[in-house]
């Protein structure tokens, strides 16, 4: 089945210990993306990357960091999780970055940061 | 970056029509997007506009107008199944950013 997997789903974590959030898709897809969802302000764009080793800064990078090594992986890590930072992922993926293709979401991981 | 508008929330009668405006503000546009989101889960893609006029798929409509830097998601014959956010979204025409709009609750009711 063609998909986008995210991993934790949920996490509950303190300020300060490092995390990861992987994302991996099954699809070949060029277009890779993270974006976090908070109430009243919609998606917004943290990361994405157009290939392999290629990534590059979304509307709200800061405090994030990302990596593709390989095409089907992008995961995410806070190095320094602050509360701030307590939000809905989405990692997303799609054939290209460029055209009509649609993007496929991962099921989201709700983070919290106390 | 993008300045993205659209209604936070709209109530309509099932078997009705709706019609969800979007407007942005754009320094390069590279495409417009609809995609709907369920309470608790992912957003699924709807439509995509890159040229003026309108995007038929069965009771859901798109239509873009980039003179005017203004969209719009039409859908007919509500089903409560259609209760839902929509979210509009703008490529950027640079740098392949996807900017979205905060959504727009639609409830259908009976």
């Known amino acids: 089945e063609a998909q986008v997997t995210q991993n934790p789903r949920y996490l509950i974590t303190v300020t300060g210990k490092k995390l990861t959030v992987t994302c991996s898709q099954n699809m070949n897809h060029e277009y890779m993306s993270w974006y976090r969802q908070d109430p009243g302000l919609g998606l917004r764009q943290i990361y994405y990357s157009m290939n392999v080793e290629v990534t590059d800064k979304g509307d709200v990078p800061e405090g994030y960091k990302v990596s593709r090594k390989e095409k089907r992986n992008f995961p995410l890590i806070l190095e320094s999780p602050s509360p701030n930072q307590t939000s809905l992922y989405f990692c997303?993926?799609?054939?290209?970055?460029?055209?009509?293709?649609?993007?496929?979401f991962g099921p989201g991981t709700r983070l919290t940061v106390l | 970056g993008q300045n993205i508008d659209q209604p936070t929330e709209m109530t309509a009668t099932e078997g009705a029509i709706v019609q969800i405006n979007c407007t942005y503000q754009t320094s390069g546009f590279n495409g417009l997007f609809w995609y709907q989101q369920h309470a608790g889960e992912a957003p699924t893609f709807l439509s995509y506009?890159?040229?003026?006029g309108l995007e038929e798929k069965g009771r859901f409509s798109s239509f873009l107008s980039r003179s005017k830097g203004y969209s719009y998601l039409l859908l007919k014959e509500l089903q409560m199944k259609d209760s839902a956010s929509y979210l509009c979204a703008v490529r950027d025409r640079d740098d392949y950013k996807l900017s979205f709009g905060a959504g727009t609750t639609v409830t259908v009711r009976a």
């Open positions: 506009n890159v040229l003026d």
């Open positions: 997303a993926s799609s054939l290209t970055g460029g055209f009509g293709n649609e993007q496929f």
